[in-house]
């Protein structure tokens, strides 16, 4: 899989790749990351980028122009499945979006900043809107850090343990159940019997049954939505 990055700060949204599974991913060569300056493709010398919104409002808005050099130049290059753009005013992600994303072959990711950008690039270069949250960041980098992460932990070799992603929160549309390690007791607080039972069966039983009860207790939200 490759993944082409717009921004108009590379650096904010270079170190999230640099660490742990992502970068074994990388080194690995089960993923590409490339990070396009946006600025590389202003409208004048000085990099500009972007312009006051037409109706009068605050803010600054990006322009069309950038995005579309950029873009235009990246799909002479190759097919891409998605143009994604990271904006609060989206459908949210979830784990449904990052499995369906982790099959792509290529797509970009374009990082908003500003008061947003010219509404035309949304309606003819983005092919789809992520928000990752009901809240605001400064800029769509650490959303696209968030977004890349999700993905790229469930291309096929990237998880050692091949199980593991299936075992995910929200996988299974629950909570994951509480996990516990060395020593078994700890000041008292003793870890539950069952697990040390060797009963893998009643284990199991014991796993779905906390995932079900931790998901009423702190997303009740997702057990209406796997009723529907
Ligand atoms: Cl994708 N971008 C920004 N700027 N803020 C957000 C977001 C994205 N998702 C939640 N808040």
Same mark, same amino acid.
């Given at each position: 899989?490759?993944?082409?990055?717009?921004?108009?700060?590379?650096?904010?949204?270079?170190?999230?790749?640099?660490?742990?599974?992502?970068?074994?991913?990388?080194?690995?060569?089960?993923?590409?990351?490339?990070?396009?300056?946006?600025?590389?493709?202003?409208?004048?010398?000085?990099?500009?980028?972007?312009?006051?919104?037409?109706?009068?409002?605050?803010?600054?808005?990006?322009?069309?122009?950038?995005?579309?050099?950029?873009?235009?130049?990246?799909?002479?290059?190759?097919?891409?499945?998605?143009?994604?753009?990271?904006?609060?005013?989206?459908?949210?992600?979830?784990?449904?979006?990052?499995?369906?994303?982790?099959?792509?072959?290529?797509?970009?990711?374009?990082?908003?900043?500003?008061?947003?950008?010219?509404?035309?690039?949304?309606?003819?270069?983005?092919?789809?809107?992520?928000?990752?949250?009901?809240?605001?960041?400064? $800029?769509? %980098?650490?959303? +696209?850090?968030?977004? =890349?992460?999700?993905?790229?932990? *469930?291309? #096929?070799? !990237?998880? $050692?343990? %091949?199980?593991? +992603?299936?075992?995910? =929160?929200?996988?299974?549309?629950? *909570?994951? #159940?509480? !996990?516990?390690?060395?020593?078994?007791?700890?000041?008292?607080?003793?870890?539950?019997?069952?697990? *040390?039972?060797?009963?893998?069966?009643?284990?199991?039983?014991?796993?779905?049954?906390?995932?079900?009860?931790?998901?009423?207790?702190?997303?009740?939200?997702?057990?209406?939505?796997?009723?529907?």
């Amino acid at each position: 899989m490759r993944i082409d990055i717009i921004t108009v700060s590379p650096d904010l949204i270079k170190s999230p790749f640099e660490h742990s599974i992502i970068k074994r991913a990388i080194d690995k060569e089960l993923v590409e990351i490339h990070f396009h300056n946006l600025r590389d493709y202003a409208v004048n010398k000085y990099g500009k980028i972007d312009d006051s919104p037409y109706g009068g409002e605050s803010g600054m808005v990006m322009m069309i122009e950038p995005i579309d050099k950029c873009i235009s130049k990246l799909k002479l290059e190759r097919n891409y499945d998605e143009v994604i753009y990271m904006t609060p005013d989206a459908e949210m992600l979830n784990q449904q979006m990052a499995n369906t994303l982790s099959l792509k072959e290529n797509i970009i990711i374009l990082c908003g900043h500003y008061k947003g950008i010219d509404h035309r690039v949304r309606d003819l270069l983005v092919t789809k809107e992520i928000s990752i949250g009901d809240y605001v960041l400064s $800029g769509g %980098e650490l959303a +696209a850090a968030v977004l =890349s992460d999700s993905i790229i932990r *469930l291309i #096929p070799g !990237v998880l $050692g343990d %091949e199980t593991s +992603a299936l075992s995910d =929160s929200f996988q299974d549309g629950l *909570l994951a #159940p509480p !996990v516990y390690t060395r020593p078994s007791e700890y000041n008292g607080l003793k870890v539950p019997a069952i697990l *040390l039972s060797g009963n893998f069966p009643k284990i199991e039983e014991w796993r779905t049954e906390k995932a079900i009860e931790r998901t009423k207790n702190i997303r009740p939200d997702l057990l209406k939505k796997s009723e529907k």
